[in-house]
């Protein structure tokens, strides 16, 4: 009786075993009972932020943003690109900034010089806001030339003189 009750167990955990075993090779790889490949978890990104695929910033769309007044703690801000708009009379800066609930843009600043015009945007925090996340937000700012580009290199003034 004990043996019978011995390879009675045995059976029920080989069962128990096979149900939680890998996958028997029908789910359309090559037949040997190998598993199918997963991505590894480490490995880095390589596709566009874009879920249309485009692949590039001049393809995601930039959420048109307005400045604010009473923001606080007012500071240059880096910017991704600038492109001059509306037949040379205004310029939209490309960036990435946080929601808008937390704050946004204060102001922009051109100086133009003969060889360049130096573009500073200035970006601050709503002093009123609570809960802020951390939430790279793609946004356009569009400022007036007060003077056209004639063929003057556009420099980020956050990131200095390149």
Known sequence: MRRSSIVGLVLLLSLVGAACGEPSGDEGDSGAGAPPSTPDPDSPVTSSPDPGGGGGIDDMKAMPVMAHEGLVDVMPHRYEEAKVV??????????????????????????????????????????????CTEQAVYKVFTVDLTEPLDGRKLVDGARGAN
């Open 86 to 131: 509306d037949s040379g009379g205004a310029l939209d800066i490309y960036f990435y900034d946080g929601i808008e609930e937390c704050g946004g843009v204060d102001h922009a600043q051109l100086t133009y010089e003969a060889e360049r015009v130096t573009v500073n945007l200035f970006t601050g925090r709503n002093p009123k806001a609570e809960v």
